[in-house]
């Protein structure tokens, strides 16, 4: 699992005020789509990795959306069980609900791109 260092202290709102923080300056382990995300918001950057080398690999292995996917207009409202199973077809290393949202958020803008 990849590893990314904050570079500002980040709370992710999971609607119920029970959020995670990322302290800026501390190192943790995410799945691939959450370290994504956290990179491409430039909130953190790839541990023990030249950013722009992780940068490069990450985009050529992903740039292809994947378009059998059907992702609901009201995804952010799904309970639990159905995200996890909507976003483990996008990742099958899906284990938060903070990468799910993530791996969704990724695939979205990855089909907004083309």
Known sequence: MPKITFTETRTVNDG??????????????????SCERWVRRRAA???????????????E???EPRKEVQIPDNWRELEWNELRALAKEL?????????????VELEIAKRQAL
């Open 16 to 33: 119920k005020g029970t959020g995670q923080t990322f302290e800026a300056g501390r190192t943790y382990d995410l799945s691939e789509a």
């Open 45 to 59: 950057t790839y541990a023990g990795e030249p950013t722009t080398k992780r940068r490069e690999t990450t985009v």
């Open 61 to 63: 292995a992903t740039i």
């Open 91 to 103: 990742d099958p290393e899906i284990r938060t609900k903070e990468d799910a949202l993530a791996a």
